[in-house]
């Protein structure tokens, strides 16, 4: 059974820097493509990050340049560095295991841009 824990989410000011892990069990981790999604208050929830099996990386236009997704197979984890944070960064964030044919989501952690 595969399950994804995300933690690192809290309360940030503006301008300040947070980072989120996601720990998977439960699969063959590095033969998997890891996401990070991202839901706000009144809105769907959208793709932040993308990391592959083989390391190439996609972002959101709108974190470009902000944040970095990354992943450690031997520890079957995925991170988000946010950096330069904005008050409309502010959501559930939301880990993603792609297995193709299914995929996985975490319990999500919540992220608060707010002075």
């Known amino acids: 059974q595969v399950q994804l824990v995300e933690s690192g989410g809290g309360l940030v000011q503006p301008g300040g820097s947070v980072r989120l892990s996601c720990a998977a069990s439960g699969s063959i981790f590095r033969l998997y493509t890891m996401g990070w999604y991202r839901q706000a208050p009144g809105k769907q929830r959208e793709l932040v990050a993308v990391i592959t099996s083989g390391g190439a990386t996609n972002y959101a236009d709108s974190v470009k340049g902000r944040f970095t997704i990354s992943r450690d197979n031997a520890k079957s984890t995925v991170y988000l560095q946010m950096n330069s944070l904005k008050a409309e960064d502010t959501a559930d964030y939301y880990c993603?295991?792609?297995?193709?044919?299914?995929?996985?989501w975490g319990q999500g952690t919540l992220v608060t841009v707010s002075e």
């Open positions: 993603n295991q792609d297995q193709g044919l299914r995929a996985y």
